[in-house]
Nanobody, 122 residues
Framework: HVQLVESGGGSVQVGGSLRLSCDAS????????MGWFRQGLGESREGVAV???????KYTHAVKGRFTISRDNDKNTLSLQMNDLKPEDSGIYYC??????????????????WGRGTQVTV
């Protein structure tokens, strides 16, 4: 099992930047596909960015060109660099991991491991 803890959230002005981190323990993240998801107030959870074990990345259209997901298997850390933030980016951001698949779509409900989330307010 892997435990995930997010950090780096906070309040930022429109156009600002934040860098989220997800520290993993209990297992190496090299075994997992990983991703970032977010949930706005009163909204359903949505995929933001995902990265597979080889480092291939995918982004939801709303964040393409502004967000960058990366993984450091040696440090056992997943990151999300967020630039040019907009009010609609606000929400709780969750780190997720699964040994089989982490995708942007509705299949997020089957993802095995989640962090508790970190709040981002723009």
């Amino acid at each position: 099992h892997v435990q995930l803890v997010e950090s780096g959230g906070g309040s930022v002005q429109v156009g600002g930047s934040l860098r989220l981190s997800c520290d993993a323990s209990g297992s190496s993240i090299s075994y997992y596909e990983m991703g970032w998801f977010r949930q706005g107030l009163g909204e359903s959870r949505e995929g933001v960015a995902v990265i597979d074990r080889s480092g291939l990345t995918k982004y939801t259209h709303a964040v393409k060109g502004r967000f960058t997901i990366s993984r450091d298997n040696d440090k056992n850390t997943l990151s999300l660099q967020m630039n040019d933030l907009k009010p609609e980016d606000s929400g709780i951001y969750y780190c997720a991991a699964d040994p089989e698949s982490v995708r942007l779509g509705l299949g997020w409900t089957s993802i095995l491991y989640w962090g508790r989330g970190t709040q981002v307010t723009v």
